[in-house]
């Protein structure tokens, strides 16, 4: 009979510490959930500003187009290095006008 009793005695127990591992996992798996929610959210929060930027951006380049190529200019805008560079063989009035004498 002690035998029966040592064995429902360590059965109970291995029960007991089953149902407390699984509780403990239970928990984990809540305390992971909870994360993921935040992060979830995190990310929606992200995306909408990316949307925001990616919104803010089209403006922009819809702005360069528009001062690029443009009624007044329709062959668009040209740095100022290009314009000398296409200059640069041409003769400066300013030049000409003054007396250089040496």
């Not at 109970?12 to 305390?31: K, R, S, V, Y």
Request: net charge negative.
């Amino acid at each position: 009979m002690a035998l029966l009793e040592l064995r429902n005695a360590f059965l109970d127990e291995a029960t007991i510490t089953t149902e407390i591992t699984a509780l403990q996992i239970l928990d984990g798996m809540g305390i992971i959930s909870a994360d993921v929610g935040k992060i979830s959210s995190n990310v929606t929060g992200i995306s909408s500003q990316l949307d925001g930027v990616a919104t803010q951006l089209k403006w922009v380049s819809s702005q360069v187009s528009d001062v690029v190529r443009s009624p007044d200019n329709p062959e668009g805008y040209r740095s100022e290095d290009c314009h000398r560079a296409r200059c640069k063989n041409q003769r400066n009035p300013i030049w000409d006008r003054i007396a250089l004498h040496t």
